[in-house]
């Protein structure tokens, strides 16, 4: 096996096709942010500890952080910029506005893409399941009980609960 410092990835990037040229070391969150300028997934403690950087590769939630971009080859990566559509908002989106589920908002990407996902698997049938299946998201401003209320609300209008 040959190591190459630098090479090429295509991915498909919020139903985008994109071929970037990159440093082996790159990882998931440094492609988006700093090839790709999606800059909604934001970069928080950079070990995989606060979810910051959560988003759907393959249509399950990782930490984008924790993923080097060269294993990616080919993948399907949705981002938080990549959730709505049609000049709506998801609606898990419109349920953190609707339960005012942020304060600062610097975690609110990573936590609707893991209520999205946790939502999509089946892990919103009561509140101590989503405050469990959304422990890896941290909120320094302690917005749990609104988050919770949020991902609830859209599970329910979703009818997954």
Not at 70 to 77: D, F, M, N, Q
Not at 99 to 109: L, R, V, Y
Not at 122 to 143: D, K, Q, T, V, Y
Request: aromatic residues 4%; hydrophobic residues 40%.
């Amino acid at each position: 096996m040959e190591f190459r410092s630098n090479l090429t990835v295509t991915v498909r990037v919020n139903g985008q096709s994109r071929q970037v040229q990159l440093d082996s070391r790159t990882t998931l969150l440094d492609l988006l942010r700093e090839k790709l300028e999606l800059t909604g997934t934001k970069k928080g403690c950079n070990f995989g500890e606060c979810g910051a950087c959560t988003v759907h590769l393959n249509g399950q939630r990782v930490n984008g952080c924790m993923v080097l971009a060269a294993s990616i080859e080919g993948a399907e990566v949705t981002t938080i910029e990549g959730l709505a559509g049609n000049g709506e908002l998801h609606p898990v989106q419109q349920a953190f506005i609707d339960h005012d589920a942020f304060q600062c908002g610097f975690c609110t990407p990573g936590q609707v893409m893991s209520a999205v996902a946790l939502i999509k698997e089946g892990h919103a049938r009561s509140p101590a399941e989503i405050r469990e299946w959304m422990s890896g998201n941290l909120c320094r401003c302690a917005s749990y009980p609104q988050i919770a209320a949020a991902v609830a609300a859209a599970a329910s209008q979703q009818g997954d609960r």
